[in-house]
């Protein structure tokens, strides 16, 4: 009898549901990774096409959610293009044409240079906590990571994706991968995390491979040459005047 | 005899006139209807085979398989060898470089900055050589509202609806935006010479047009093109002879490892054409059986009320002696010239019908003003040779079994009760 009491113990220990942990608190750890209030990065976009491959090269200034610059500067086709993002606006300067041209509408949903990602990947810098509902869902082994699966559902209408699955590591906080699902449950992009490090005392995964599961193809790197969170960013860099500059 | 016939039928009205009118009803219908269908299917072939098709079209193998979304990414490359090509292999027929490209067009306010904006549909012909007939072919000098045709590189035409639409008109400067080949960002300023309308929501909605060597430039495509298209001398499309060419260019290519090895079609293997050309055959098809079976219900019918109504007579010419066959015969024979008469009536007003709906067309544009079909605005009929008899042979052919029926009733009458039916 002892040892049938016992038996059903360990028993219901083993069938017990599993605990994970609050999901508010792992995604609001991945912002504080991820998201800084302001940053200036410079980054290398590999993008892999049918008949050659491009290497596009970017200098990047952001302030918080609403506020971006980019300026191209390599290869020669794309030198000098800029694009200042404020608010839900976007605008475009061609050196070529010397023309600032407002991209809107459907054409944010539009690929960014040929890459796997759309213009409306590249303006959303709003954090996870902003625009989800998170929930834990699972726990897995990614690339020998121990990683937490994480189903974040929009609370807000205005979200690029209405759904995602987020890999995250379960020791670091950062995402190892993340799949963005639309309303209908398709899989729309997978975003493949990696070259973790830990800069400026928090852990961020310095490449990131985008893949738009609509297209064929090996998708598009995004690698950071250099990173500096929360500097000082001078307010007429957020300016039209700039873009001309 | 056939003298004596026409007699009879013009002087006794009652005996031709429903049977007349009932075939003038059925040939004319079937005769407007067939050129109706021919006509806007026709419309609908021509503009496809100027715009899109050609009456060939090479494309590389994976463009074939994306054409809808315009992947210039999967472009034809080294494409003056393969004109080169081309000519030597089908020297009768014109082969033109075209490419399609889509993106933004951009019209700035005084300050430079963006005043209204649309997406476009573009379009790259050969407009500066001597010898491209591109320009006619296009109909482009007749479908210019405002302007002329470009005669140099930087300039462009943009649908009349399209300028309206993005508040740019003569003289103005707008900014084409959109990828390169290779998927680099494309900026380029035109200046607009000229607005045109088609006629087709499809075209006239975003098309802007531009020289091949522009946008080759632009998209980064040199000595590259989307497409290859193909038309026939005096750009008459002939199926057969298209399909014998298609085959013989892409046996060229069967063992090819190439991905991107260029694969030819026939304007019927492209956009659906081929339902389409089956389609409006099977429905003249379908006019004309529906017709000469209802026609000849309708006329048995009408043959069994006249030999009622001459049932005295046939018994007269019976009693004299006059034999069944030859009665039959006769009656035959009147229905051949009841049928010429309603097929020549019946056939004079479907032409007539047909040429009035050739000449002044229905307008569909309102019933289809989101239409991204290429298909005209306006539907015409066409009066083609095989209309004059198209209804004509089933006239006479249903007029003759309507009476080849009812006239079976002629060899049911005994002799030996004659002049008891005829209470003589």
Redesign the interface.
Known sequence: MKYAIILLAILGFSFAPQQYPNADTIIKNIDDNMYSNSLISTSKMTIYGKRNNRTITSKSYTQGSTKSFTEYLAPAREKGTKMLKLEDKLWIYSPSSDRTIQISGHMLKQSLMGSDLSYEDMMDERELTDIYNAKVTGSEVIDGRKAWVIALTAKVTDATYAKQKVWVDQERYVPLRQDMIAKSGKLLKRVTLSNVQKISGRWFPKKMNYKDMLKQGKGTDFEFVSIQFNPKIPVHIFSKASLKK | MIKFLFKGILRDKSRSLLPIIITAIGVSLTVFLSGYIRGAMGDMIDLNARFETGHMKVMTQ?YLKNKDQMPN??ALLEVSDLMDKLNLDFPEISWEKRVRFGG?V?S?DST???KS?G?AAGLAIDLFSENSKEVDRMNLAPAIVQGRIPQKAGEALISEDFSQKIKAGLGDDV?F?G??M????A???FNIVGTVRFGSAAMDKGAIIIDITDAQNIL?MEDGAGEVLGYFPNDVYDNDEAEAIAASFNADYKDSED??APIMQSLKQQNGLASLLDYADVMSGMFVAIFVFAMSIVLWNTGLLGGLRRYQEYGIRLALGEAKGHIYKMMISEAVLIGILGSILGSIIGLAGVYALQVYGIDISQFAPQNNMLMPNIIRAKVTPDLFYIGFIPGVFAMVLGTALSGIGIYKRETATLFKELEV
Do not use: A, K, Y
């Open positions: 994976p990414d999967l933004l951009d700035p430079g900055l963006t904006q997406p900014t935006v990828s390169t290779n998927g680099s960002m900026f380029q300023n980064d991905e991107f």
